[in-house]
T-cell receptor
Framework: GAGVSQSPRYKVAKRGQDVALRCDPI?????LFWYQQALGQGPEFLTY????????KSGLPSDRFFAERPEGSVSTLKIQRTQQEDSAVYLC??????????????FGPGTRLLVL | TQLLEQSPQFLSIQEGENLTVYCNSS?????LQWYRQEPGEGPVLLVT?????EVKKLKRLTFQFGDARKDSSLHITAAQPGDTGLYLC?????????????FGRGTQLTVWP
């Protein structure tokens, strides 16, 4: 399909392991967002890319979290030295333009991360 | 503390009943969106409202944006089992990163046949 895809869909990690989560946005979409959704909560903003430029990373919870989008398409969210509190669903969303407040964000299915 | 407070958190009703979900904040939003999320999937946009006092209808769903752009409501008439899901409101604020959305905790709706 032509939607946003994410991989892996599920990830189990031992505490202290590094993980990498991948997002394939809709082709040609300029803006890409990462959100974290803890159990029973709404999504919370992590970071925002406009093409390859990371314009806002204020939502990243700690310096263990790192995101990149080197060629302005695929994005990777990396979490180093995972902790149990990192367990959540990580959602990626893309939008066609420069991320205006009225643009539709298309969400992927998310990666469910469980840290044991 | 969530910027957007949704109520109720859980709603369990019989098919054919009407319901209203509320989304409130002390902050002003430039736009407000409603999403529906199914288990194991990402949120899917239902509607965007941008003007204070705006009312939008989508079949049996009616969305309203408060005059002061601080609150919104979602009303469903004659609910059906297919309406079951997590309903999320999300707002975009002036001065924040363009497109950055602030989500409420969601309302888990279950409609029983």
């Amino acid at each position: 399909g032509a939607g946003v895809s994410q991989s892996p869909r599920y990830k189990v990690a031992k505490r202290g392991q590094d993980v990498a989560l991948r997002c394939d946005p809709i082709s040609g979409h300029v803006s890409l967002f990462w959100y974290q959704q803890a159990l029973g909560q709404g999504p919370e903003f992590l970071t925002y890319f406009q093409n390859e430029a990371q314009l806002d990373k204020s939502g990243l919870p700690s310096d263990r979290f790192f995101a990149e989008r080197p060629e302005g398409s695929v994005s990777t969210l990396k979490i180093q030295r995972t902790q149990q509190e990192d367990s959540a669903v990580y959602l990626c969303a893309s939008s066609v333009g420069w991320g205006t407040s009225q643009e539709t964000q298309y969400f992927g299915p998310g990666t469910r991360l469980l840290v044991l | 503390t969530q910027l957007l407070e949704q109520s109720p958190q859980f709603l369990s009703i019989q098919e054919g009943e009407n319901l209203t979900v509320y989304c409130n904040s002390s902050s002003v939003f430039s736009s407000l969106q409603w999403y529906r999320q199914e288990p194991g999937e990402g949120p899917v946009l239902l509607v965007t409202v941008v003007t204070g006092g705006e009312v939008k209808k989508l079949k049996r769903l009616t969305f309203q944006f408060g005059d002061a752009r601080k609150d919104s409501s979602l009303h469903i008439t004659a609910a059906q089992p297919g309406d079951t899901g997590l309903y999320l409101c999300a707002g975009a604020r002036r001065g924040s990163t363009l497109g950055r959305l602030y989500f409420g905790r969601g309302t888990q709706l279950t409609v029983w046949p």
